[in-house]
């Protein structure tokens, strides 16, 4: 038997948004070597127009700690709540040429591929710097999408 669809499907949606968990476990299983995570994080850098790109690095077993810093255009703060969205951009959305990204997924998921913490700080100039963190164990607790500000 055949099912039509109704009339007005926006009528009675029913609003499905991703288990937070369970995805951000997924972003993790992309499999990214380690350079290649940081050379996706670095094509931001230069898609922000960055002159100079500085990785360091602090071993430290479970509390390892991986900084890219950059001198790049810097994003507002509604721009990096929007950079932190998993899916933050179409790939059918126009781009501009020197704009590495497609999905809007590789900043979480070469960082989620090698953290469970990934924290973002951005400044644009006059100002004040923003910062947001994704932490997985505390989506896990929380169960939602719930963006971390850091003061």
């Known amino acids: 038997m055949k099912r039509s669809l109704p009339e007005h499907p926006e009528e009675d949606p029913d609003v499905v948004p991703p288990h937070a968990a369970s995805l951000a476990e997924a972003l993790r299983a992309f499999s990214y070597e380690l350079p290649t995570a940081i050379a996706d994080l670095v094509d ?5 127009r960055a002159k100079h790109i500085w990785v360091d690095f602090h071993w430290d077993g479970s509390d390892s700690v991986i ?5 790049g255009a810097g994003m507002s703060e509604e721009k990096l709540v929007a950079a932190m969205r998993p899916g933050s951009q179409s790939p059918l ?10 999905f809007g997924l590789g900043m979480k998921t ?3 591929s090698q953290c469970r913490r990934v924290t973002v700080r951005s400044k644009q100039v006059p100002r ?4 947001r ?3 997985l164990d505390y989506l896990m607790k929380v169960g939602i999408w719930k963006l971390q500000r850091i003061a």
């Open 110 to 112: 070469a960082s989620f």
């Open 67 to 71: 900084v890219i810093t950059d001198d």
């Open 93 to 102: 959305e126009k781009r501009q040429p020197h704009d590495l990204g497609r």
């Open 128 to 131: 004040k710097s923003a910062t």
């Open 44 to 48: 931001n850098s230069i898609s922000a």
């Open 133 to 135: 963190c994704w932490e």
